[in-house]
């Protein structure tokens, strides 16, 4: 009989953490920011039918960076959970507090799970609020929710990023960000900081309407507020 | 928990069955209430009258009244019997008003829920397919008299025309050229729509027409509800064509309705 094994938890913990950020490393990034009308969700995505930004439910979206086969199932399983709840009860009480909670427990227990691989992945549950809610009315200002691949969230104010170069980019928002920017504004600054990021990396990528995805929850748009731009738009939107 | 088991369906319905089926008593009748003795008192119910949908040059219009009845009585006056499904289809519901509401609601989701999964609009033709699967499974309700009859219309963007399809009771799909209409006022409006319909009207004569048509059927049937000037309550009118689902503006139903009336 083979002598048992002692790992300690923080070396499980500690390996499995290792593992999925090696995978994050590579991950291209994905920006959330608010700007004057809503929530606008800027990839570094060349694919024209495989997106790492989309619709899950009337005002929340879901963003991911890593494994788009991991993220793909966890996009259906949120869009189905979301659409029983809003048959089930009103469509209103669908929230991105409740879809992270979700998620979170979900990529928790894959993560600590002995004999599960953790998700390579990193989410944005994005949902659009409106301006100054007042407080204790159920309304909600804009949510941004962080989720590691361990299912620890954070909420995010104004900004949020994810992929390999997350903390760079922040950098750069943290200096550059400012409240209320118009679409067109708010595109420029994502598109802006991901040439500057790239000019330091080694694998040339150009950012062009072409190799970027866009999409956006805006307020003037009626029940569903998810809308993708075309590369039509975006072009037009960076020339503005 | 997040349960992955059902990843490949696009199916809402097929979803609820299995993991939710209590959410689906009103479409899904059990067999034991098919058994069970009708009695007048134990279906006392609203019922939803007159809806119709003209096909015009650049796409479909599709219009309900607002008048729900129980028995000899008005049970309610500004019902909703039309109900945009996705950006280019809509639906209309006469029968059972509880079980009608619940169905386009359902239907609705079905069509949003394919088109997030999948990244695709369902297609016209598909969607008045799977109506027509939703509307058999109703048969045991139906049986009892709690009939949901939906006329659906929507503009396919393949085919570029506005298509209208109608239902009987045991889910059969037909679909209709020119233009149609359901429920209790539903032959007299049809009645209106033969003399006044033409190929390849505009917008404002279909929207005209419609209008004349419910009002006929609000005439002659005591349970359709015609234009109701005093509490401001008008039939619903939308329009669906290649920019979408759009509802006419109540202003401009109530301007259509007092041209119609200047003219009798």
């Not at chain 1, 009626?222 to 037009?236: G, H, N, P, Y």
Request: charged share 25%; glycine share 6%; net charge negative.
């Amino acid at each position: 009989m083979s002598t048992p094994y002692y790992v300690s938890p923080e070396q499980i913990r500690q390996d499995k953490e290792d593992f999925v950020s090696r995978g994050i490393a590579q991950a291209k990034e994905v920006v959330v920011l608010e700007y004057r009308d809503g929530l606008l969700m800027v990839a570094e995505n060349p694919r024209k039918t495989t997106f790492k930004i989309s619709e899950i439910y009337d005002r929340i979206a879901l963003a991911a960076a890593g494994r788009i086969a991991e993220y793909e199932i966890l996009r259906v399983a949120g869009i189905r959970e979301s659409e029983v709840k809003g048959f089930r009860y009103y469509r209103e009480d669908v929230t991105a507090k409740w879809l992270t909670n979700l998620y979170s427990q979900h990529m928790g227990a894959v993560a600590q799970a002995w004999d599960a691989k953790p998700l390579e992945i990193e989410l944005l549950v994005c949902e659009l609020g409106v301006a100054d809610a007042p407080v204790n009315s159920g309304l909600q200002n804009n949510q941004i929710y962080h989720i590691a691949f361990d299912g620890i969230y954070s909420e995010e104010e104004k900004y949020a990023v994810i992929g390999g170069r997350a903390t760079t980019i922040t950098e750069i928002l943290e200096q550059r960000y400012t409240d209320g920017l118009e679409m067109s504004a708010a595109l420029q600054l994502v598109t802006e900081t991901f040439r500057t990021i790239e000019a330091d990396a080694t694998d040339d990528y150009e950012i062009n309407p072409q190799t970027i995805e866009v999409a956006c929850l805006e307020q003037t748009a009626e029940r569903r507020k998810f809308r993708r731009l075309s590369t039509d738009e975006v072009t037009t939107l960076l020339d503005f | 928990m997040l349960d992955l088991s059902d990843y490949g369906t696009s199916d809402f319905l097929q979803i609820l069955k299995r993991r939710h089926p209590e959410l689906l008593a009103t479409v899904n009748a059990s067999d034991g209430a098919a058994n069970a003795p009708v009695t007048e008192a134990s279906f006392r119910h609203y019922e939803a009258t007159t809806v119709l949908a003209v096909v015009y040059n650049a796409g479909v219009v599709m219009a309900g009244d607002r008048q729900a009845t129980e028995g000899y009585q008005v049970g309610e006056r500004r019902i909703q019997k039309v109900y945009p499904v996705d950006r280019h289809s809509a639906i209309a519901v006469a029968g059972a008003a509880g079980p009608c509401i619940e169905m386009a609601k359902l239907f609705q989701v079905e069509i949003e829920f394919y088109e997030k999964t999948e990244g695709v609009s369902l297609s016209l033709e598909g969607q008045a397919n799977f109506l027509s699967h939703l509307v058999r499974s109703n048969l045991g309700l139906a049986l009892q008299g709690l009939i949901v009859l939906p006329l659906f219309a929507g503009y396919d963007l393949k085919r570029q025309r506005g298509r209208i399809f109608k239902y009987d009771a045991i889910g059969g799909r037909y679909e209709e050229n020119d233009y149609y209409a359901i429920g209790s006022g539903g032959k007299d409006a049809r009645t209106t729509l033969k003399k006044r319909y033409t190929p390849e009207i505009d917008r404002q004569r279909a929207l005209e027409i419609v209008a004349e048509a419910i009002w006929d059927a609000a005439d002659e049937d005591i349970a359709t509800g015609g234009p109701d000037l005093i509490r401001k309550i008008f039939p619903t009118l939308y329009t669906v064509t290649e920019e979408g689902v759009a509802e006419v503006p109540e202003t401009a139903v109530e301007e259509l309705y007092r041209e119609l009336i200047s003219r009798l």
